[in-house]
């Protein structure tokens, strides 16, 4: 027997021994747990199926940063706001004030991003086996490595095909599983060793495996504010994931006609949204990107500074324009971010 077939049957003896006589991936595929939705409080009604209440949405090459870390691409959006308890408003300041549903959307998340979601929201729990991951992209391929905790750090590296399931959730399929650098993928098949016998990641974040696939609800692992939508379409490359959003049976019209000059914007019409100390009813909010050169950077935690450091005017339909600078040019401004890159302008 060659050495490197020793190798790798010494690794999949390791795994097959740490598995504490887990169920087998011949065996059967563990079922997949959905994740029931919170209720609200007592005594509280959610405002969600209140179109009235709704404060209709639309945004365009926006770079929305949802959290620190975290920003997802957003190349155009149609939705709307929704209150999270009737009688209060949706408050930007409040991210859990409000959910954002999507009707039609395509939004993409760089690997930087996804990185973040997976250690801090996904895999960010006591005792998680997974940790210190890292992904890429390999053509149409992802590319995840880390260590996975079993009494020691074994680092591993996983290729996967990535396709989006009927119900809205997204596959990463395996095609390649190396642990120590050794090849273990036709090793683990022949011990009846799988992932789900490894790694149990509780319920509510967003994730789940199925024999050898991981399973993820691109929206549940984000956090606050609460992001609704059906996820149709997912294409992996050029280092980031591409997806689109559709929910079915709704008809989806743009909500403001394309003006020259403001190619990146996000609007806010009717309902009620609040943000400082400011409340429009019967909103008519229009939010500009002060530099249309490049891609509106946008962070929901900041968005005050980038209102103070631009400016407004109000409309003779009582609404208001709101002209505001960049994110990254205010991080610039205060030394609080090394990269002095320029996004590129979508089409």
Do not use: C
């Not at 209150?83 to 939004?107: R, Y």
């Not at 019967?282 to 631009?310: K, W």
Request: charged share 20%.
């Amino acid at each position: 027997m060659r050495a490197a077939q020793v190798t790798r049957l010494a690794v999949a003896l390791s795994l097959a021994a740490a598995l504490d006589h887990g169920p087998s991936m011949a065996q059967r595929s563990t079922p997949v747990r959905r994740v029931a939705p919170v209720a609200p409080p007592a005594g509280t009604v959610r405002a969600d199926d209140r179109a009235s209440d709704a404060v209709e949405a639309e945004m365009r090459h926006v770079d929305f940063h949802i959290d620190s870390g975290i920003v997802l691409q957003i190349a155009r959006l149609r939705g709307s706001l929704s209150a999270s308890v009737a009688g209060a408003p949706a408050t930007l300041d409040d991210k859990q004030s409000f959910s954002l549903t999507m009707h039609s959307a395509e939004i993409a998340i760089d690997m930087s991003s996804l990185a973040v979601l997976l250690n801090r929201h996904v895999f960010g729990y006591p005792g998680a086996r997974l940790r210190k991951i890292r992904v890429r992209t390999e053509g149409n391929h992802l590319v995840q490595s880390g260590v996975l905790r079993k009494g020691i750090e074994l680092p591993f590296r996983i290729r996967a095909t990535v396709t989006a399931m009927p119900d809205g959730r997204i596959r990463l399929h395996p095609t390649s599983v190396r642990v120590l650098g050794v090849g273990v993928t036709n090793a683990m098949k022949f011990f009846g060793v799988s992932l789900n016998s490894l790694v149990k990641i509780p319920a509510g974040r967003g994730a789940s495996i199925d024999a050898n696939d991981f399973l993820l609800d691109p929206l549940a692992i984000l956090p606050p504010p609460r992001i609704r939508g059906h996820l149709t379409g997912i294409a992996v490359g050029d280092g980031e994931i591409r997806q689109t959003f559709r929910a079915p049976g709704v008809n989806v019209t743009p909500l403001r006609a394309p003006a020259a000059g403001t190619p990146n914007y996000m609007y806010f019409r009717h309902g009620t949204l609040r943000f400082g100390k400011l409340t429009m009813t019967n909103a008519d909010l229009l939010i500009v990107d002060a530099d249309p050169g490049n891609t509106f950077d946008f962070s929901l935690d900041r968005y005050n500074d980038q209102l103070v450091a631009g400016y407004s005017k109000s409309t003779s339909a009582l609404g208001l324009v709101v002209h505001m600078p960049d994110f990254r040019t205010l991080r610039r401004k205060a030394g609080l971010a090394a990269d002095s890159t320029t996004a590129p302008v979508r089409p």
